[in-house]
């Protein structure tokens, strides 16, 4: 009996070896992933951060833990879910969505490592020193969704000369929005045309400002760069056909939803990029070491399906320039 007693003792010592061995095995990094709009629109976009982590030698449940947290287009929530993130101690803060996710995690936090996109000025808006020397605890990559609000409009003047008026939509609860709206107004003022801007900060305003729209008739539509926008792209494109106003958008994906046409960055590049930030950080490099980058690519898509379906030719100049056509 002794002997069979000691048998399994010495059983149960040597289960609990690997038991004891993977208990001693180090805790993965955590990166924090803090998005203002939800998941399942922008899985693109996650899969693009994984690719650049990856570029950086960190693959996620390998060597990399990953928390994610959507406000699911509710802006205010931001702030709780960032203060979530600092309060789990993780080793670095990547904000998707624009401005108002950097802004909440810079509030949150002063020493924990961000790296953001966004499409504004972030040394204008003071939440860093330089693009070149960030200094701080925030770098990443600018868009320059704002800075092309001149040029969409241009674009939609070229296709249609005679629209008048403009309808801008805009989400007033995300930070630039007025901005843009304002940029927008006097861009069409240096045109001879007029604006009307329209405010959605949800689905059912969403459908009411369209409504306005076609009871104003406006001749074209601008729709603002905004997270929420983004995740609601199928009925923003269902919406602009069922109303039969022409609209430009700022990214690709509301072109291959649809839309008539689009001219911005490339967001997939912008969290590859991220991705890649973040991994060098949690190799040991400081954030205002790492100079913002600036995508400087900027893409004209055009959905010629769509154009069709409005009775629209494209103009043989604005074809020529385009970097993709949708047939």
């Known amino acids: 009996m002794s002997n069979r007693r000691e048998f399994v003792t010495l059983l149960g010592g040597v289960a609990a070896w690997p038991l004891a061995a993977h208990a001693q095995q180090p805790a993965l990094p955590v ?23 990856s570029e950086a030698g960190f693959v996620e449940g390998q060597n990399v833990a990953i928390e994610y947290r959507w406000a699911e287009g509710q802006y205010d929530r931001l702030p709780a879910l960032a203060a979530d993130l ?8 990547v904000t998707g969505g624009g401005e108002n996710s ?24 003071g939440l860093i020193s330089s693009l070149a020397h960030p200094g701080g605890n925030a770098t990443g990559v600018n868009i320059f969704t704002a ?19 403009i309808a801008v939509l805009v989400n007033p609860n995300f930070a630039p929005a007025m901005a843009n709206a304002n940029q927008a107004e006097a861009a069409a003022r240096a045109i001879g045309k ?44 269902a919406l602009a056909s069922r109303h039969a106003i022409p609209a430009i958008y700022e990214w690709r994906e509301f072109a291959q939803a649809g839309g008539l046409m689009s001219y911005g960055t490339s967001l997939t590049e912008a969290y590859r990029q991220q991705g890649n930030y973040a991994g060098r950080i949690l190799k040991g490099e400081k954030p205002g070491d790492l100079p913002v980058m600036q995508l400087t690519k900027f893409e004209l898509v055009i959905n010629l399906k769509t154009a069709k379906a409005f009775g629209l030719n494209i103009p043989p100049g604005v074809l020529a320039i385009a970097d993709e056509v949708i047939e």
């Not at 990166?31 to 982590?53: C, E, M």
């Not at 600092?86 to 803060?93: D, L, Q, S």
């Not at 802004?103 to 040394?123: C, Q, R, Y």
Request: glycine share 6%; net charge positive.
């Open 31 to 53: 990166t924090g992933f803090l998005h203002s709009a939800s998941p399942a629109p922008n899985a693109h976009l996650v899969a693009a951060f994984r690719k650049g982590l």
């Open 86 to 93: 600092v309060g789990r101690k993780v080793a670095v803060i």
């Open 102 to 125: 950097l802004i909440a995690a810079k509030a949150a936090t002063s020493t924990i490592p961000i790296v953001f996109n966004i499409g504004s000025d972030p040394v204008k808006i």
């Open 147 to 165: 800075e092309l609000m001149e040029k969409r409009l241009g674009l939609l003047h070229d296709l249609l000369p005679t629209a008048s008026p």
């Open 194 to 237: 007029q604006v009307i801007v329209f405010k959605a900060a949800s689905e059912s305003e969403i459908d009411a400002a369209f409504e306005s729209m076609a009871q104003a008739r406006a001749g074209a539509l601008l729709v603002a760069a905004d997270p929420f926008f983004s995740s609601r792209r199928d009925q923003i494109v």
